[in-house]
């Protein structure tokens, strides 16, 4: 049988009436853009883009040039095709305008164009997690976006996916009706599906935090990786294993692979700040995700999904992956 492209499923998918033609058109211009990050990421100290540039972003992090440079890609890929309406990134203080020259289309892009940052200076794992939403016709999408225009709850994501820039190069779309991984074939330049249903397996014996947090963390946080590090002896009578990437795209991966919980609790430290994680580009594209896989995700109190951001580059605190560990750590914020 011949290999199913990204190209061929999404053709199907619009025959088929899922997916209408301009989103078709925008998740191939969003892959492509990938394949040109994948690139990049991968000539690393050959094509100088490894360190810092002397900038922050609005988050007051040190942006790396890839972080620069991987925006820069996925704007200029974007920017002129009349699929999109703007675009929001991690990478920028405000929305970004279509240019006048472009025409205009029905969709808003969302992206944190390079996860993981800090382990790109250290050849492991990083990738690009992205976000479809409609332009709110109220929003007037024809003029100068505002923000306010992409302040709408995970619920209304047409469509994320993330790249994941590891020993393979893989795509991981949800167009809301499952999972699809597609693997990047160096040799044809295309995506190619490899995992045809992606499902997160409900029972996990491993989990992923940053355990050099944990003097800072909230009680029922505390109490439930307590009892994870208490194994078998303990209340839930089993051993887990533990890994942290530290980039939340290769977390996430592994558990679409085989299962687990990923955490990203809010913590003490700057108490204003609801954990680390962005809610537009970084929470809200991998819950819909998880869900789409069969998993659930929550900020510890409520669906991640169902959270009305209040701005951008708001943060939130991640609890995700397999459903009976989701769900028993939210439930212990709610004892
Ligand atoms: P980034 O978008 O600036 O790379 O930051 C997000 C990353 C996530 O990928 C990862 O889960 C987390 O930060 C790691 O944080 P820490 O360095 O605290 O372990
Ligand atoms: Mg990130």
Not at 87 to 94: G, I, L, P, R, T
Not at 101 to 116: E, H, I, N
Not at 272 to 294: D, F, H, T, V
């Amino acid at each position: 049988m011949s290999r199913i492209t990204l190209s061929r499923y999404l053709i199907e998918q619009t025959r088929s009436h899922q997916t209408p033609a301009d989103l078709r058109f925008l998740i191939e211009v969003v892959a492509r853009a990938c394949k040109a990050i994948s690139h990049q990421v991968s000539k690393g100290a050959l094509g100088g883009v490894l360190g810092s540039m002397d900038t922050e972003n609005v988050q007051g992090e040190v942006q790396k040039k890839l972080d620069v440079l991987s925006n820069e890609i996925l704007l200029e890929a974007n920017e002129w095709g009349g699929h999109l309406a703007g675009m929001a990134s991690e990478e920028m203080d405000n929305a970004y305008q279509i240019p006048g020259k472009y025409p205009k289309g029905a969709y808003l892009l969302v992206f944190d164009p390079l996860d993981g940052s800090s382990n790109i200076d250290v050849n492991v794992s990083v990738g690009t997690i992205f976000s479809v939403l409609r332009c709110p016709e109220r929003n007037g999408c024809e003029g100068d976006l505002g923000e306010e225009a992409f302040l709408q709850p995970g619920t209304s994501q047409v469509a994320a996916g993330y790249a994941i820039y590891g020993p393979q190069t893989m795509l991981v779309l949800t167009l809301g009706n499952g999972v699809k991984g597609f693997t990047l074939d160096r040799e044809l330049g295309s995506f190619v599906l490899t995992h045809e249903d992606i499902r997160v397996p409900e029972a996990t014996a491993e989990f992923a935090v940053n355990m050099s947090n944990q003097r800072h963390w909230e009680a029922p946080v505390q109490r439930y990786v307590g009892e994870l590090l208490a194994g078998k002896e303990g209340p839930l009578g089993k051993n887990y294993n533990m890994r942290w990437i530290a980039s939340m795209v290769a977390d996430v991966h592994r558990i679409l692979t085989r299962g687990g919980v990923f955490m990203y609790p809010r913590d003490s430290r700057e108490p204003e700040k609801p954990g680390k994680l962005r809610l537009m580009y970084e929470a809200n594209p991998m819950s819909m995700i998880i869900e789409q896989a069969g998993g659930a995700s929550t900020d510890g109190s409520q669906r991640i999904l169902d959270i009305q951001p209040t701005s951008l580059h708001q943060r939130v605190a991640v609890f995700l992956g397999s459903k009976e560990e989701v769900e028993r750590v939210t439930a212990y914020h709610q004892a």
